[in-house]
């Protein structure tokens, strides 16, 4: 899947690109690419891959490359990000010059801390494959690598790998294909990148290590969400897939509520503090997804309007869209502050020798964040303003965020207390959503030039006002199996 290139004041890349694949090794009895289609042309690519020196890109199985098909072709710069599993999402940006492009460094720098980008391998790959065909349509394309990893006195060593790669097919015809070359005498992958298997270098392993006491499951987590914030960052700051920023705003969420619930563990004021100085990161991150959501949200909405009213949505939402953009490029600018790359740096400092100390009960600490909520709503009037709603919804979520680190420690009824914490935050959460998409029609009607994009806007509004009255009626039944669930905890 390919992605066109935002105009949005986004890193200006060439291309972006869903990478589907799959990695073998031609084994002894390889019997070739006798597969149907056709050839592809055989080619020889030109690869300087960078790092920092001490490999943090790599570590995070980021790829970083400048590549020249032949020698007459511009090179490009590639960055490869994970996907999950074995896919990955691949960015290109033209090669103007020697030096890293101040727009890839900067799309990589919660990664590299402001260490420097070296080239740490050269590579000549001899490609030859073919495109695979099924009913007039391109499958995949499978090639062979041949790969040749230069040092300064000439070829070091080689390699060779097989990759399947889809182009318009399915994950059932890529198992296919796999199958197919296992059945030709295609053997398991190295297992490494090309980058690791040029330098020789074992990937590293993130081995979760045992955990003996409740403590380790905080700070298990916690080492879980900062991962997912380093895998997130990149995406963010590039703007293509809008579900970057919600994981990477979810691992912040986490970590600022995992540091919270889990006081009895840990050192209080190192947590607090780590506590406070994500918070402004993880507000410029809701800015823009929650935009994000407004606009999605609208789209769908306007879609069932009057088609008198339709062209009047378009300018609301253009209207948003250009908010969004405004959103995205302050985000750009506070994930590059010194004070955010600083508090990337003392989570994995802190992650690495965590400051455990004390004794808790992951059980007892449900307890105590489900009876906040509770006193909430008890405390609250018959009927609750949007603000102490949304309020009690927060609540929620950190119940919830610690029953996830009791189920993690096998702490008995906190799946189930999980699942019903979801459903309270769906509800309260469409609330929430109707909420802000109500004030801020109102607040941005001065700027509507045209008098049916007011008359869209007051639809709109009622829509909301829909939405809004389902979810108060629905949070009660929600409420209480949740409460239900929490007496496990007592």
Do not use: C
């Not at 399947?164 to 297992?191: H, N, Q, S």
């Not at 590039?238 to 840990?266: K, M, N, S, T, Y």
């Not at 906040?372 to 919830?400: G, N, T």
Request: proline share 5%; charged share 35%.
């Amino acid at each position: 899947m390919s992605f066109a290139v935002d105009g949005a004041g986004n890193a200006p890349f060439v291309n972006a690109t869903d990478e589907r694949e799959r990695k073998l090794r031609p084994g002894p009895r390889f019997q070739g690419l006798e597969l149907p289609g056709r050839p592809l042309e055989e080619r020889v690519l030109r690869s300087e891959y960078f790092d920092t020196e001490d490999l943090r890109l790599a570590a995070a199985s980021v790829t970083l490359r400048r590549r020249r098909v032949g020698d007459q072709d511009p090179a490009v710069w590639q960055l490869k990000l994970p996907r999950g599993g074995a896919d990955r999402l691949e960015i290109e940006w033209p090669s103007t010059g020697d030096p890293v492009p101040s727009e890839v460094a900067q799309t990589l720098v919660a990664l590299t801390r402001g260490h420097a980008l070296v080239e740490t391998a050269a590579l000549r790959t001899h490609r030859s494959g073919v495109l695979v065909r099924k009913q007039n349509r391109d499958i995949a394309e499978v090639v062979h690598d041949d790969v040749e990893v230069f040092g300064e006195h000439g070829a070091r060593h080689r390699f060779e790998e097989l990759e399947i790669e889809l182009v318009d097919g399915t994950a059932r015809d890529l198992r296919r294909l796999e199958r197919r070359l296992r059945k030709a005498g295609a053997v398991d992958p190295d297992g490494r990148s090309k980058l690791m298997q040029a330098l020789d270098l074992s990937p590293p392993r993130q081995a979760p290590g045992k955990a003996h006491r409740q403590a380790d499951y905080v700070v298990r987590g916690l080492r879980q969400q900062y991962t997912e914030l380093l895998e997130h960052d990149p995406g963010s700051r590039l703007g293509i897939d809008p579900e970057d920023l919600h994981d990477h705003r979810v691992a912040i969420r986490r970590l600022r509520a995992f540091l919270r619930v889990g006081r009895p563990f840990l050192d209080r004021q190192w947590a607090d503090g780590l506590r406070a100085a994500l918070r402004p990161a993880g507000r410029s991150l809701s800015a823009v997804r929650d935009l994000d959501v407004l606009i999605g949200e609208l789209t769908a909405e306007a879609a069932q309007l009057d088609e008198l009213e339709r062209p009047g949505a378009t300018d609301i939402i253009d209207l948003l869209r250009t908010r969004h953009d405004e959103a995205q490029a302050q985000m750009r600018r506070d994930l590059s502050e010194a004070s955010y790359v600083s508090v990337v740096n003392r989570l994995e400092v802190g992650l690495g020798a965590p400051r455990v100390h004390g004794a808790g009960s992951l059980k007892r600490i449900v307890r105590k964040q489900h009876r906040r909520a509770e006193r909430m709503i008890r405390h609250a009037p018959r009927r609750p303003s949007d603000a102490e709603l949304h309020e009690i919804r927060k609540a929620v979520k950190r119940a919830r965020y610690a029953a996830e680190l009791a189920h993690d420690a096998g702490v008995s009824g906190a799946d189930r207390y999980i699942k019903r914490a979801k459903k309270v935050q769906d509800v309260l959460g469409e609330h929430q959503d109707a909420v802000v998409a109500a004030a801020t029609l109102t607040e941005i009607e001065p700027e509507l030039r045209r008098p049916v994009a007011h008359m869209a806007a007051a639809s709109l509004r009622d829509v909301q006002g829909r939405r809004r009255r389902a979810s108060r009626a629905a949070f009660p039944k929600s409420w209480r199996k949740l409460d239900s669930a929490a007496r496990a905890f007592r």
